[in-house]
């Protein structure tokens, strides 16, 4: 578990959850899932000394739950965002950032995937935000970047000489971009996670362009095709995924909506930027769906020329053998006919009559493959 008391100042890791809220900013709480269960009756009652009010106990499976789709939820109190992200590659551990996430997890663990690397990050696991006034609760798996990644930007400003702060590390940075709200820094951990996804974007397209050139080779003898089918399987469910996704994020945009109007000018600011930033991150959402669809549609488009173009080269094999027929047919008719038990047939016993007969076989068919051939039935199809 980690905490950081985030303010106009800068931004403090704390090592403990306090006793009280501080009097400035608010507090982020990130911990692991396993860890979330381990220190729910110690979080529900720091939560109730906080705020005076506890997690709803749906709330709370919905929050342990390692199978939950993205969905937006809320009460009186705060709300309640499920948003999944990308799985880690290699299936590894980096980024964890305490030894309680390190203890046996509750998520179930994806079967691993043959095939390319790529199609392995394919997987997601949901990550869960509940947002108060002043405090930021997420629950995240144990293999989650995500959590780090932002954290270590919090403390990026932060000189080497103030690194040692008695509540931890701190960044008294006062120009810097801190997060004004647990909403603004739900929606920039939620940015991050998207952009995650527009960087699979890029490994996609190259391995799906691997594919289209060997489906487009006449002569291509192997195709993976159980590669092939794992990477349209998980292009549909990262399709859903993302539609997941959209939903949960429009259900928050709405609910924005709803929000009273702040009476300052500060306070309408601040919230006039987290639906700047809640439609930003909507656009990036949807980006990846336009793209998943496309690569959808590429891969059906490719795996048909695929059989086109194996159903042309069938053809052109079909046409040179019918050719070839068409070529010995009035040969096999001539050897025939001077091959019957007639005991008079024409030039049957004269000296030059085979010759004759030779002759004139090698005549037709000499005609009838330059026939063919002007016609193009025994060339290929250009391609």
């Known amino acids: ?94 980024g964890n950032g305490s030894h309680a996430d390190a203890a046996p997890s509750a998520d179930a663990t994806p079967a691993r995937r043959s095939g390319p690397p790529v199609l392995r990050r394919i997987d997601t696991s949901p990550v869960g935000f509940a947002v108060f006034d002043r405090v930021l609760l997420t629950v995240h798996p144990t293999d989650c970047q995500v959590r780090d990644t932002y954290a270590a930007r919090l403390l990026a400003a932060l000189p080497a000489a103030q690194g040692d702060v008695r509540e931890g590390r701190a960044s008294p940075v006062a120009g810097s971009r801190l997060p004004t709200s647990p909403a603004d820094l739900m929606l920039r951990v939620v940015n991050l996670m998207v952009d995650g ?27 993976n095709w159980t590669s092939l089918l794992e990477a349209r399987l998980s292009l549909h469910a ?14 928050w945009i709405d609910a924005l909506e709803t929000w009273e109007t702040p009476d300052t000018a500060a306070a309408l600011r ?9 439609r930003d991150v909507l656009e990036h959402i949807e980006r990846v769906v336009h793209h998943v669809r496309r690569l959808e549609q590429s891969t059906e488009t490719a795996v048909q020329m695929h059989f086109s173009v194996q159903s042309n080269r069938t053809n052109d094999i079909m046409r040179t053998l019918t050719a070839l027929t068409a070529v010995f ?55």
């Open 1 to 94: 578990m980690r905490i950081f008391h985030i303010h106009g100042g800068g931004v403090q890791e704390l090592h403990t959850l306090p006793h009280q809220l501080p009097a400035q900013g608010f507090v982020w709480v990130a911990c692991a899932r396993p860890a979330f269960q381990l220190r729910l009756p110690e979080i529900q009652q720091h939560l109730q000394g906080w705020l005076g009010l506890q997690l709803v106990d749906l709330h709370v499976s919905d929050l342990l739950n390692a199978q939950l789709p993205s969905h937006y939820d809320y009460t009186s109190q705060y709300d309640l965002l499920v948003f999944r992200r990308l799985g880690a590659g290699n299936g590894g551990n980096a």
């Open 270 to 278: 601040e919230l006039d930027l987290l639906k700047v930033r809640s």
């Open 329 to 383: 047919l009035p040969l096999n008719l001539i050897a025939g006919i001077f091959g019957m038990n007639f005991e008079f047939l024409p030039l049957i016993h004269k000296a030059d009559g085979f010759w004759w007969a030779m002759g004139s076989m090698v005549l037709i068919a000499l005609g009838l493959v330059a026939l063919f051939w002007r016609k193009q039935y025994l060339s290929r199809t250009r391609r």
């Open 238 to 251: 990262l399709d859903e995924t993302c539609e997941d996704q959209r939903s949960a994020i429009q259900d």
């Open 197 to 223: 996804y527009l960087d699979l974007r890029r490994e996609l397209t190259r391995q799906l362009d691997h594919w289209q050139t060997e489906l487009l080779k006449p002569r291509a003898r192997y195709v």
